[in-house]
């Protein structure tokens, strides 16, 4: 089992950049692909981007490619989002997921969920 404690949230005007951290506990963080979903009011939870264990093979929505970058540190059980030119679309609760199985833009495939933190993008 593995609990995921997301920071990094905060208010950005656009264009603005933020990078977001997830702390994973547990010894066994090598063996789960990571994520993370966003969620904006009123819609519903959308995948963001993925990397998986092993060889850290990345994936993104289109909507932040380019701009997002996502990483994870083994020795710090931290997996991180850099996200640069901030749009106010971008606004919503990030959240931090873990998966025993495979990398994916699936939100029910991952077992593990933070609280999520909550980014705020002005105009």
Known sequence: QVQLVESGGGLVQAGG??????????????RYAMAWFRQAV?????????ITRGDGITSYADSVKG???????????????QMNSL??????????????????????????WGQGTQVAVSS
């Open 17 to 30: 950049s933020l990078t977001l951290s997830c702390a994973a506990s547990g010894r066994t963080f090598s």
């Open 42 to 50: 009123g819609k519903e939870r959308e995948f963001v981007a993925s």
């Open 67 to 81: 701009r997002f970058t996502i990483s994870r540190d083994y020795a710090k059980n931290t997996v991180r989002l």
């Open 87 to 112: 749009k106010p679309e971008d606004t919503a609760v990030y959240y931090c997921a873990a998966s025993s199985r495979f990398s994916s833009d699936y939100a029910p495939g991952y077992e593990y």
